[in-house]
């Protein structure tokens, strides 16, 4: 079983910056496909960015150039880093891990971007 906390969600000013993290517990993160959603009111959870355990990552076109995804496998952690944020950026975001079969979801964060 793993569980997964997301933090670091918030209100922040069109082209501002913010880092999520995820944490980690209940298994060893390096072997899992670790990636982020996103929700926004009415609309389906998307697929926003993802590592694999070898670090290689893949981004929504919506977000490349503008997000960076990481993970700091002796932390457990995995970052999401937004920078130049955008007001369709709101949404609440997920930490997702996955391992074959076994797929695991945090709770959850706000992130609204607005002035």
């Known amino acids: 079983q793993v569980q997964l906390v997301e933090s670091g969600g918030g209100l922040v000013l069109p082209g501002g910056s913010l880092r999520l993290s995820c944490a980690a517990s209940?298994?060893?993160?390096?072997?899992?496909?670790m990636g982020w959603y996103r929700q926004a009111p009415g609309k389906q959870r998307e697929l926003v960015a993802a590592i694999d355990s070898g670090g290689s990552t893949h981004y929504a076109d919506s977000v490349k150039g503008r997000f960076t995804i990481s993970r700091d496998n002796a932390k457990n952690t995995v970052y999401l880093q937004m920078n130049s944020l955008k007001p369709e950026d709101t949404a609440v975001y997920y930490c997702?891990?996955?391992?074959?079969?076994?797929?695991?979801w945090g709770q959850g964060t706000q992130v609204t971007v607005s002035s």
């Open positions: 209940g298994s060893i993160l390096s072997r899992y496909v």
């Open positions: 997702n891990a996955q391992l074959g079969p076994y797929v695991y």
